[in-house]
């Protein structure tokens, strides 16, 4: 069973960036997409970063021009650059991987809080 495991949330000022990372405990073949999603307090998981096999992104329109999706294939992991960061990106942070055939892995989440 393929499992992902983030890392790299925590407590950070406004103004300031994290990186996150989310690493599969094995390849994952025939991958279609990598994303991060956010989960804030008391609101619905919504995509903010996607990166497709072919190399096209998709970023949610808060996350334009402030963060940046990125993969290490040798690695198996997935990184999400958070840059400029606002008390509205705070939340649960999610990667999720999607296969060509259906396959669908979630991580278990890394908070990211962003508070003076």
């Known amino acids: 069973q393929v499992q992902l495991v983030e890392s790299g949330g925590g407590l950070v000022q406004p103004g300031g960036s994290l990186t996150l990372s989310c690493a599969a405990s094995?390849?994952?073949?025939?991958?279609?997409?990598m994303g991060w999603y956010r989960q804030a307090p008391g609101k619905q998981r919504k995509l903010i970063a996607q990166?497709?096999?072919?190399?096209?992104?998709y970023y949610e329109d808060s996350a334009k021009g402030r963060f940046t999706i990125s993969r290490d294939n040798a690695k198996n992991t997935v990184f999400l650059q958070m840059t400029s960061l606002k008390p509205e990106d705070t939340g649960d942070y999610y990667c999720?991987?999607?296969?060509?055939?259906?396959?669908?892995?979630w991580g278990e989440g890394t908070l990211v809080t962003v508070s003076p």
């Open positions: 999720h991987i999607t296969t060509q055939d259906g396959m669908a892995y």
């Open positions: 094995e390849t994952i073949p025939n991958i279609y997409g």
């Open positions: 990166l497709y096999t072919g190399g096209s992104t």
